[in-house]
């Protein structure tokens, strides 16, 4: 498979199932599309001390997140440069200044420089300290720390961070700036949700408006129903402030609006979103209104927006401090993490708002959850029909797109979806022998 | 043995409740079961091992009385996808430990281990479960005041959880 194939199933409003079944496109994404992106790795409260670290993946990539001694955070392929044994399978701990192999006790510093091996003198003359492998664990090519949230690139040399993101990084800034301190702490672990589908159904379904009162009609729907059956009671259940919205009629998904950004990040719920009508938390304005004034303190609250997409696989929810991260772990199999974040300098109450929103949508026991992964496990098995080759994206597609600038539209438009896939194919074939002019930087 | 002001409640009686409860569950019985709730009682299932925080930080489960209600009926729905083909669930239980017995006040505590079989079309879960209910007598019957479902392998990434474990 080449560059030519890769670009032949991206077409206007449409793209081959191939992208969704193929193993040997998801071996190429792994190779290319991750390793030329900037990758989600972590949040650096997940790591507050020297030493402290977290074991997660870029793409398949095993990699560690690290505090390094100099306070920096490094991001370190996890295998030690002798045999390949994992340096560390739990999920987070501290290895105080040095990493250590547990299978023959190589050393190496935090930022994965070797530091010893036992019984050295057996490697005098053998030429080691002159490979790869002599020289400690290997870094990935780029990391940026980003207001506290920590990117990859793999690649030693490609797009640069501000490149990549532009205009896109002000989802952050605003979830960030919702913190009177100015930044924000991971909360608790994560939701791990298991899905028996391909990682960009996911990512497409953040922006996909038309779906969520047909496939929850089941949650939100009920949900309205027995609200009514109560009396329509004061103050509401909390369900009926998360869940119910998602019943909202389609004119209200198509006045929420949705922006888009080169390189294939977007974002829903420009004007508005189903966040909007929150009940206020006693004292958290007040906060807000003492760290930036009135004024701005306003324009960080008012702005809502639904679903950020961070080209390739992660989603930030500005207004309920949360990320989503989608790992591929094969064509058919993506791990879904769910992360919330405490707002430093806000009421613990809005940490308790961003957990219900998560265990009431994006936990495995979600009912909410469910419909979504009933259906992206339905299609996954359905785009095996050898009797139709393409999925339909065109919706409010009208002439040639142009996804190197901005643009917002109607809401319920998947230009979203389009530019992802434009984004998709770029950094795909851009590191191809056969992509003509496209070398890295 | 119960004679309705609780005061002749045994232990026996309050172990039995609480494999009458499991034999709701897995009988599907869910009207029946939610009239066994106290309207203040929440079910928590934990995320975290030994998490002490169920609302600052998340958990898999944390459900009021309108979350249970919800849950209920929407596993009756006629556009209730993911229970096209329904699931169906099995509780192995071990016999409950009762950890506080205070007949006179109406307060009990149990803690039973469990094994959870869920299962729907090819697939089939097994989840070992430790299951604390706090139980209040009310009228000379049980209600659960309470009830927290911790998972042993919380930790682990799961595919659809979709009946009460």
């Known amino acids: 498979m080449n560059a030519d194939d890769i670009r032949a199933m991206v077409q206007p409003g449409r793209v081959h199932r191939d992208v969704y079944i193929s193993n040997a496109v998801y071996q190429l994404e792994m190779r290319h599309l991750f390793t030329n992106a900037w990758v989600f790795v972590g949040h650096d409260s997940q790591t507050p001390n020297k030493g402290d670290y977290i074991t997660t993946q870029v793409g398949d990539q095993p990699v560690i997140m690290v505090r390094h001694t100099d306070g920096e955070v490094k991001v370190l392929y996890n295998r030690c440069p002798h045999k390949g044994t994992k340096i560390a399978i739990d999920r987070a701990g501290n290895t105080g200044k040095f990493f250590r192999c547990p299978y023959h006790a190589w050393s190496f510093k935090t930022d994965g420089c070797l530091l010893a091996i036992p019984l050295k003198k057996g490697y005098e003359g053998t030429g080691l300290s002159e490979t790869q492998n002599g020289k400690g664990m290997q870094a990935v090519g780029a990391v940026h720390n980003y207001r506290g949230f920590v990117f990859a690139r793999l690649a030693e040399d490609g797009i640069g961070f501000q490149d990549f993101f532009g205009g896109s990084l002000s989802s952050i800034d605003n979830m960030v700036d919702r913190a009177p301190a100015g930044r924000v702490e991971i909360s608790g672990p994560p939701l791990r949700y298991m899905h028996k589908c391909n990682w960009k159904m996911l990512v497409e379904n953040q922006t996909d408006t038309c779906h969520p009162m047909v496939a929850h009609e089941s949650s939100a729907g009920t949900a309205v129903k027995i609200y009514e059956q109560m009396g329509n009671p004061e103050p509401r259940p909390p369900a009926m402030q998360i869940i119910a919205p998602f019943m909202s009629p389609y004119e209200f998904f198509e006045d929420m609006g949705i922006r888009t950004w080169p390189n294939g990040h977007g974002h829903t719920g420009v004007n508005m979103s189903i966040h909007s009508k929150y009940d206020a938390i006693p004292g958290y304005f007040e906060a807000m209104v003492e760290s930036y004034g009135e004024e701005r303190a306003k324009a960080i609250l008012d702005e809502n927006r639904h679903n950020t997409v961070y080209f390739p696989n992660i989603m930030v929810k500005a207004p309920l401090t949360q990320l989503r991260n989608f790992i591929p772990l094969g064509a058919d199999r993506t791990l879904v993490e769910s992360y919330v974040y405490r707002l430093v300098g806000a009421p613990e109450q809005l940490t308790a708002m961003s957990a219900m929103y998560n265990r009431m949508i994006n936990a495995p026991t979600s009912i909410v959850g469910h419909d979504d992964l009933e259906m992206y496990e339905r299609a996954q098995e359905g785009l095996h029909a050898e009797g139709m080759q393409w999925v339909d994206i065109r919706r409010l597609h009208t002439g040639p797109e142009d996804f190197e600038t901005e643009a917002v539209e109607n809401g319920t438009t998947e230009r979203q979806m389009r530019n992802q896939f434009h984004a998709w194919a770029k950094f795909m074939t851009m590191s191809m022998e056969d992509a003509p002019g496209v070398a890295a930087e | ?165």
């Not at chain 2, 009756?76 to 016999?95: A, D, M, W, Y």
């Open chain 2, 1 to 165: 043995m119960s004679e309705g002001n609780g005061t002749m409640t045994t232990r026996d009686d309050v172990i039995d409740f609480i494999y009458a409860e499991t034999r709701m569950l897995d009988e599907g019985r869910y009207t029946e079961w939610l009239d066994l709730w106290l309207p203040d009682a929440v079910y928590w299932m934990p995320l975290d091992y030994k998490q002490a925080d169920p609302v600052n930080a998340t958990s898999f489960l944390y459900e009021d009385n309108f979350m249970l209600r919800l849950r209920v009926e929407r596993l009756n729905g006629e556009r209730t996808f993911s229970q096209k083909p329904k699931s169906r669930c099995h509780h192995v239980i071990q016999r409950p430990f009762v950890d506080l017995f205070e007949p006179e006040a109406g307060r009990f505590q149990t803690v039973t281990n469990m094994h959870y079989v869920e299962t729907r079309l090819d697939e089939q879960q097994l989840l070992a479960l430790t299951v604390t209910h706090d139980l209040a007598m009310v009228d000379g019957a049980f209600r659960i005041a309470g009830k927290k479902v911790e998972l042993l392998n919380c930790d682990a990434a799961f595919g659809n959880i979709q009946l009460l474990p």
